[in-house]
């Protein structure tokens, strides 16, 4: 089975600020990584799919990257509503994993 | 616009079963993977398994195999998964959600409300 790892799991920032999160791979899954927004007891929101593609609605402060292995998640300027945990997903092979999480706090 | 309610909370002591519905609107039903997604409290999520709604086809996760099925009633638009053997680490909020295209998988963009399970003697 693949294997996804976040890193950081946990990341402090403050409103304005710039960051990025990655997400590696055990093996190579081309472009198919996914990434969702998760807040405190809601259901996770579907942010970006095939590693770049911005889901409908979603703010342009939001990109991905990557392809392979190494993968990233960046927010260009933290808004207070971007505050939550954030989850990367492969779709290149079942079982479907997601990365273990990274939570993001303001500082 | 798509719509997936998903049956209300259940408590079950261990050993037990438990069944969970989420009922789809909004779209042809057959067209579009459905998935299921667990949260264990303070926890991160983890993937159960998806079911192909037009012919039934499933995959599941391997640590699931033998206690978890995926079924689903094309009549009523709704998707089932039952759960057996029950133990107190199968607590969780359970989720489903449907695939973002009928293609290829892309990831899941709709999400049901989810349904809190508690496994507790």
């Known amino acids: 089975d693949i294997q996804l790892t976040q890193s950081p799991s946990f990341l402090s920032a403050s409103v304005g600020d710039r960051v990025t999160i990655t997400c590696r791979a055990s093996q190579g899954i081309s472009s198919y990584l996914a990434w969702y927004q998760q807040k405190p007891g809601k259901a996770p929101k579907f942010l970006i799919y095939t590693a770049s593609t911005l889901q409908s609605g979603v703010p342009s402060r939001f990109s991905g990257s990557g392809s392979g292995t190494e993968f990233t998640l960046t927010i260009s300027s933290l808004q207070p509503e971007d505050f939550a945990t954030y989850y990367c997903?492969?779709?290149?092979?079942?079982?479907?994993?997601f990365g273990q999480g990274t939570r993001l706090e303001i500082k | 616009q798509v719509q997936l309610v998903q049956s209300g909370a259940e408590v079950k002591k261990p050993g037990a079963s438990v069944k969970v519905s989420c009922k789809a609107s909004g779209y042809t039903f057959t067209s579009y993977y459905m998935h299921w997604v667990r949260q264990a409290p303070g926890q991160g999520l983890e993937w159960m398994g998806v079911?192909?709604?037009?012919?039934?086809?499933?995959n599941y996760a391997q640590n699931l195999q033998g206690r978890f099925t995926m079924t689903r009633d094309t009549s009523t638009s709704t998707v089932y998964m039952e759960l057996s053997s029950l133990r107190s680490e199968d607590t969780a909020m359970y989720y489903c959600?449907?695939?973002?295209?009928?293609?290829?998988?892309?990831?899941?963009?709709?999400w049901g409300q989810g349904t809190l399970v508690i496994v507790s003697s």
């Open positions: 959600a449907r695939d973002l295209t009928s293609g290829a998988a892309a990831g899941t963009a709709d």
């Open positions: 079911i192909n709604p037009s012919d039934g086809g499933t």
């Open positions: 997903q492969q779709l290149d092979s079942y079982p479907l994993v």
